[in-house]
């Protein structure tokens, strides 16, 4: 028999994708001395930091909390520009500590992971690419992302159209020059606010094609102050022990009132605080209630209806972006930096599809009900076949040869989101039934990598070799995850979160709402109790590649 050549050997490890959690696997689980094959589908690290590359791309978590806590080192070497760094930052940081910890020797670029095949006489994962690697593993990390998958409308006529259109989420290296260019913004959600106030800038028009109105909150970015820097960084362990302990991963104290136990004054005057401060959490966090209770609610989106007629000049133009149909943040709120100003420039135009829907692409532009809107190009900031999308678009085959796709056909089952009963040794880095896209990622993906290499470190010590969620663990936890988003508003919104944005999707709250310290003690307890809810199988030892 010939020996196995580069492109078929025998892993500890397959880790797909090399985003910041991809990244994060590979260092904790090549320091347990385990062989470790990362494949990345993009020619370089960064993840959705790679791909979105869109004019205005930023993060909406602060920059010194939506970063690796790991490293105290690291934590204090780089210096953050911004209270929100845009997206090259965010890319060159990853990089860094990409060549930091001497990561990118381990990954494979360009090669996108096809098929992921469990060998149950073998107890080995049988992983193939588009590149004609075809290794096994002993263990599979699903690092592919919540939004990696992006989806552009199913227009048959898009060929036609004689201009350049790109997705936000596929942005071009290069960049896109839009002086001069009349440009179609399809899509109103975060990358959409964000892109439309830069585009609007350089485009000599601007077409927004708005779907459904958003709720968008002020960033209120800000060069980040030397000595504000030096000041978290001096107590950067408390400030992460402050976030891991909040609800969203991000470090605010949990309020405590109720939004109808205070006087409207008063709630008015809480509210204008929260806004002008900016940010996600200054709005969401500013009664307990908001999520929960339809009439608190209607207080918060009242209210950031008003700042909408306030800065849009034309009050019909304010109307049509005013959202009415889904309570606040239960599609992720915005953060923007004069989106709703941008309406009252005069190169901008805006379409309500909801009136005067998109017919199809025409050669010159985009035709709706009222007619061609003439374009140079289209920007589709359409979003993601979030969550299930980067998973399911691999053919990832369990036990008996039974494909996820099938098992999920009515919706995502994990245990934990970390797991799927009839795959063993097959982990999701922030998978759905997790806090993951609820919460700072960043924090979220280290818990459940931290989570991932202890258990491997805990199957070697203890002479296991395969580790399977149950059905009976699964089936609990998938009830517990609906009944929490259950309680809440979410279920309310057609959003990405139910699976509402892709046509077919089953309709499955798919992120945990129960809050991260919450889930974190449940991952804790299911550890220290020897992996409850999972069947753990004796084999060869640990190491053997
Ligand atoms: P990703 O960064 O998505 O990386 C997954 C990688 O897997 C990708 O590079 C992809 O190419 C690769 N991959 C997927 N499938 C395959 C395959 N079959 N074979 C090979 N490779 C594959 N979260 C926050 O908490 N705060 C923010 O401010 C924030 N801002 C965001 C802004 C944008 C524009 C977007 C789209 C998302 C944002 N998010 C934010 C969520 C963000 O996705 C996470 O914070 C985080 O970057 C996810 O890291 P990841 O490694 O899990 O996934
Ligand atoms: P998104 O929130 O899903 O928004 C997509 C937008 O496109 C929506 O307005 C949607 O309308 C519209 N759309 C989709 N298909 C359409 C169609 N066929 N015709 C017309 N309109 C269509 O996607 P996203 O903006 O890329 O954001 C996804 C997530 O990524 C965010 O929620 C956030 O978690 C993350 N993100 C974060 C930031 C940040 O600020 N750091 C930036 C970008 C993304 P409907 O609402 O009607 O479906």
């Known amino acids: 028999m010939s020996a196995p050549t580069d492109r078929s050997r025998r892993l500890d490890v397959v880790v797909v994708g090399a985003g910041f959690g991809g990244l994060y696997a590979l260092h904790r689980l090549r320091g347990l001395g385990l062989s470790v094959q990362v494949y990345e589908a993009g020619s370089g690290v960064g993840g959705t930091w790679f791909w979105n590359r869109y004019p ?40 860094h500590v990409a060549d930091r910890f001497d990561l990118g020797r381990n990954i494979q670029f360009d090669t996108r992971v096809t098929a992921a095949v469990f060998d149950e006489t073998l107890g080995r994962w049988r992983v193939t690419t588009d590149q004609g690697d075809d290794v096994s593993a002993r263990f599979c990390v699903m690092a592919t992302g919540c939004l990696s998958a992006a989806t552009t409308p199913d227009l048959q006529s898009l060929r036609s159209f004689r201009g350049d259109w790109y997705h936000t989420g596929q942005w071009p290296h290069e960049g896109v020059d839009f002086s001069g260019q009349r440009v179609g913004v399809v899509g109103t959600g975060s990358s959409g606010i964000q892109s439309i106030p830069v585009i609007a800038q350089q485009a000599s028009h601007l077409v927004v094609f708005q779907r459904t109105p958003n709720f968008s909150l002020p960033a209120r970015n800000e060069p980040l102050a030397p000595d504000t820097q ?23 104290s949990a309020p405590t009132e ?5 006087e409207p004054a008063e709630r008015r005057r809480r509210y204008e605080a929260a806004w002008a401060r900016g940010g996600l959490m200054s709005m969401t966090t500013t009664f307990r209630d908001l999520i929960l209770d339809k009439a608190a609610n209607d207080t918060a989106a009242e209210f950031i209806r008003s700042k909408i007629r306030e800065i849009v000049v034309d009050p019909d ?17 915005c953060l923007d930096t004069g989106y709703f100003e941008t309406f009252n420039r005069d190169n901008v135009t805006l379409v309500d599809l909801r009136q005067t829907p998109i017919t199809e692409i025409v050669p010159t532009g985009i035709l709706t009900t009222d007619g061609v809107h003439e374009l140079d190009t289209i920007v589709f900031a359409t979003g993601f076949d979030a969550m299930t999308g980067p998973l399911l678009r691999v053919d990832i085959r369990g036990r008996g040869d039974r494909p996820l796709s099938d098992k999920w056909s009515a919706g995502p089952r994990t245990y934990l989101g970390i797991a799927t009963a009839g795959f063993p040794n097959l982990f999701i880095v922030t998978g759905p039934g997790s806090p993951s896209v609820l919460s700072n990622m960043v924090i979220a993906i280290e818990q ?22 149950t059905v009976e663990a699964e089936d609990a936890w998938v009830d517990h995850v609906n009944q929490l988003a259950n309680a809440t508003l979410f279920p309310r919104a057609n959003s990405w979160y139910m699976g509402a944005n892709v046509p077919g999707k089953p309709r499955v709250f798919l992120p945990y709402v129960g809050g991260f310290p919450q889930y974190c003690s449940t991952c804790d307890d299911v550890a220290a109790d020897g992996y409850r809810g999972f069947r753990l199988a004796p084999g060869p030892a640990a190491g053997d590649g």
């Not at 978290?232 to 470090?251: M, P, Q, T």
């Not at 805990?458 to 580790?467: E, P, Q, V």
């Open 56 to 95: 205005g791309a930023r993060c909406d978590v602060e920059s010194l909390e939506y970063s690796y806590s790991f490293s105290p080192e690291l934590e204090q070497e780089w210096d953050w520009s911004e209270r929100y760094a845009p997206q090259p930052e965010i890319l060159r940081y990853i990089n």
């Open 230 to 252: 030096a000041e978290v960084k001096a107590g950067y362990r408390s400030l992460r022990d402050a976030a891991r302990n909040s609800f969203s991963a991000i470090a605010v």
């Open 258 to 262: 109720l939004a109808l136990q205070v």
């Open 317 to 333: 133009v304010a109307r049509v972006l005013t959202p009415t149909d889904h309570p606040f943040a239960t599609k992720r709120p």
């Open 448 to 469: 459940h990598v931290d989570w991932i290499a202890d258990c491997l470190s805990f199957l070697a010590a203890n002479g296991f070799d395969a580790i399977e969620a």
